[in-house]
């Protein structure tokens, strides 16, 4: 099963700081790095360290060579990636000493993607193949109906969860992948108790399949009345940027490879513990080799 991963590529502008910054408010960083980020180049990532044949589609401006070496570097597949004219997608994030982070994306060469550029990406994958997605690029509500009339096993992670996505037809998506917050929007449920947003997913969704995450709570996976859980691994946070991504990308290698649910909700689980322990977005990803010797 090859995944075709068509997302976003972000330099994430990284700055350390006291606190998140207040309206009215000037403060000074403690530090400041240049990371590859970006959720599509982040979970592409974490797919190819997980073992998956990986391929990355999407758009880098002429600043972008990091990001198309951190993807090489990663062993993803990279004929697909254009080059145009203007600036990469970008992210302007601070994080505080509680690794708590706030992020201001800038589109930029993401949102160029075009009906276009899908039709010449998908040729080359067949049914049974899977897309992966999340919302920082255009042309997600195209790139789902091609991929369903494929049969291509569609998988949206429908992050950042903005009205975007209203040109997405949820009933084409095969696997939403997406966190508490991300559910109860897409379940439209006021309650936060994890047990009414999944029956609450459920019911809007009785045909998908869902991973959630729950912070804290751990995760679980459930489609009808299949359902697993999977505690966190307990680690000391240092930035907790790509974390969901890191999950993502392990979880759907992890099924991509066809290893059991439960044991893709473990691999994913101990990857994103060993990820929030380090800085940054894709350089703290970890390999399946680091995430077999931390589960041992
Ligand atoms: O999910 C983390 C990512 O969100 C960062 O790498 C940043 O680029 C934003 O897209």
Known sequence: MRVLSLGSLNIDKVYSVDHIVNPKETIESTSY?????????????????????VSHAGMIGEDGTMLADALRESGVRMDLLRTVDGPSGHAVIQIDPHAQNCIIIFGGSNRRITPQYIDEVMEGFDAGDVLLLQNEISGNGYAIEKAHEKGMIVVLNPSPYDSRLDECDYSKVDIFMVNEVEGRLMAGCESEDPQIIRESLKKAFPKAAFVLTLGEAGSCYFKGDEEYFQPIFSVKAVDTTAAGDTFCGYFLSSMALGLPIPQCLKRAAAASAICVSRSGASPSIPTSEEVDAFLK
């Open 33 to 53: 790095n240049n990371f590859c980020g970006g959720k599509g180049l982040n979970q592409s990532v974490a797919l190819a360290r997980a073992g998956a044949d």
